[in-house]
């Protein structure tokens, strides 16, 4: 987890073996990545976008995005944090 909190952003799949992601954002935000780590989550389910954004996702996109969406999602959430950050 440290590892993880100590990146820029974080992508993951809805579907983690062995841990869902609801699981992961909850220890992530209670750890200290509560304000400063940008979590998108990918999922296919579109029921649980809801359960996700409350979990602590920042984002939750389908699972068939392209990277290149991906990536402009990530950039768009960072640029938030940074603006945030100096606001």
């Not at 440290?2 to 935000?29: C, N």
């Not at 209670?30 to 296919?44: F, M």
């Not at 579109?46 to 990536?71: M, Y």
């Amino acid at each position: 987890l440290d590892e993880l909190l100590a990146l820029d952003a974080v992508v993951v799949d809805h579907v983690l073996r062995g841990e869902p992601a609801e699981q992961l954002l909850f220890r992530v935000r209670q750890t200290g990545g509560e304000t400063h780590l940008p979590i998108v989550v990918l999922s296919d389910h579109a029921f649980g976008g809801d359960l996700l954004l409350k979990a602590g996702a920042d984002l939750v996109l389908r699972s068939s995005v392209t990277p290149d969406e991906i990536a402009d999602a990530v950039q768009s959430l960072l640029a938030r944090r940074r603006e945030e950050a100096l606001g």
